[in-house]
């Protein structure tokens, strides 16, 4: 697997949650991934940044199952389109509350300009972010606000078999004059360990601001807070269009933020 091929793969899946593609993926070609989360919080930063404990007893747990498909539209620009089912578990007080359903919808553009010998990369996206449930029932499962985000991102090839990925996004929730508006920065670096395996590190540092400072134990829907995320991947390539990722990933620090502990399991499948 040459460094483009790698490259291509590992983008697709970190960028898979909130469907956005990185790498050309080929006029006419298409790519689906389906993907299931797991997130867990017992604990949070307080908005000094200090560590503390829900209420003995209460926790929060999301699952998502997510479909993402990627298709080429040109040799430059890709359309890609995501479709989050969140399920959530909230114990509060002693008290067990339980919601699920679609969440929020991504609808985007990426546009490519990838160097002469494909050593470097840089990318730019757009994308819309469209609510498909109300907050109606607790735990919510989002903002429930329509958005825009914008991204941009450079990619490289620091080493033989490796790759790192620099990108930074900002977001905006226009709904409710709260917002929130977010911007974020992600700092990864790609390994390949032999022909079919390879290993990745991500970083991520993300800052939300909102007049809304309060704090909620379900930690999906705080608007006002920041946090630094390290995540490590592994994954294996079972045939030519059939890549299974596994996936896990830690709050390391923040404010007004829970501290969680989860992972993905992803399953690219390129179609003819």
Known sequence: MNIKKIIIVFLIIVMAIPSRADWPIGKGRTSMILSYGFFYSSKYFDSIGRVAKFTPGDNFKSYTIGLTALHGITRRLDLT???PFIMQDLISNGKRETNSGIGDVSIGLALHFPSEL???????????????????????????????????????TPAPQAFAVIEGTYTR?????????????????????????????????????????NFNQNVLVNKNFTSGRL?????????????????????????????????????IVKLP
């Open 118 to 156: 494909h050593k470097r990369h840089l990318t730019i996206k757009a994308s819309m972010i469209i609510p498909a449930y109300e907050n109606v029932n607790t735990p919510y499962l989002g903002f429930a606000s329509k958005g825009f985000q914008g991204a941009i991102n450079y990619s490289f």
């Open 231 to 267: 995540t490590m991947a592994y994954g294996r390539r079972l045939t030519r269009t059939i890549t299974p990722f596994i996936q896990g990933f830690y709050t390391l620090y923040g404010t007004n933020m829970g501290i969680g502990l989860g992972g993905n399991l992803f399953f």
């Open 173 to 213: 929730y226009v709904d409710y004059a709260d917002g929130p508006e977010q911007v974020g920065g992600t700092a990864t670096f790609g390994k390949q360990l032999n022909k079919y395996s390879m290993i990745t590190f991500s970083f991520n540092h993300q800052l939300s601001n909102s007049t809304n400072i």
């Open 81 to 83: 389109v995501g479709v």
